[in-house]
């Protein structure tokens, strides 16, 4: 998801990673809300963002990253209006890594969930992280058959950088939430209302009882909201709604029905819809491809 006024330093690919440097002289945030299969992460060289996580906003400076898990919304934005900053991130096809990550001693089955959230250096460390990324940009500009190993063995050295310093500081690090100052304010507000939303997305919506909930009026709910998550109140539920579908498709064998009227769809044929909106997928294509997955992944466990 691109921010107006981005410049792009360096972007390469190799199958299982995708890297890109971005530097931005005069601040910006998403626009849109962004999510993707992959795992993200994020490493902010230079200025500070907010960055909101599945219902959570952090407080990035230099020396810190951020890990995100798959399926999990996140949008950055601004702290102070036209500050610069600069960025380097890497998305990371836990399929493909998986076998190298645990041939190394990583939970790889688990790395977004365990390690999700903002992680700080120490200055040696974040010193050996930029050498890192430096390196992995010259690789990607030599090519060739010798880039996909090699960036493959840095990836794998970054990674073990953000573990250790994540598991150093995951107590120390929260998100926003009581801060001093209006925005905090706000973002403390969002978070209580998103973590409302997963919790009751089966339910209908009423913005003016839920901005009564929380005694704000729905002008504000809606501004704040839409500013801190890229959704409007009504999309977030029904992000919150196909997470859940995908949860209950996956992991129980409820008919198509039974599940969309679980998750808040009376109508089916709508939720079918929605559905392939969202996922590009109908929610019965998508059971067949993650059951297809987990088998996979059960019979070449059985082998060994």
Known sequence: MRIENEDVQFRGE?????????????????????VHESVELYFLLEGERYYFVGQDTYHLCPKMAILINSDTIHKTSNCRQGQRYRR???????????????????????????FAGPAQFADGEWEQVCQTIRRIEETFAIGGTYAKARVWTLTLLLIGAFLDARMNTAASIGPLRREAGVEAEAFARVHEIAV????????????????????????????????????????????????????????TDADITEIAARVGFGNITYFERVFRQNVSLTPMQYRRQHRSAQSGVFAGAAKE
């Open 14 to 34: 190799v199958p299982g990673v995708f890297a890109e440097e971005v530097h931005n002289l005069s601040g910006g945030s998403m626009q849109t809300r962004h």
């Open 88 to 114: 380097f991130l890497m998305q990371l096809d836990m399929g493909r890594l998986k076998p190298a990550l645990s041939a190394l001693g990583y939970p790889a089955e688990d790395l977004g969930t365990r």
């Open 196 to 251: 409302y939303l997963q919790n009751n997305c089966a339910r209908s919506l009423d913005l003016d009882s839920l901005a009564a909930r929380y005694f704000v009026s729905r002008s504000y709910l809606t501004r704040i909201f839409r500013k801190t998550t890229g959704f409007t109140v009504t999309e977030y539920r029904t992000y919150c709604r196909i997470a859940q579908a995908k949860t209950l498709l996956t992991a």
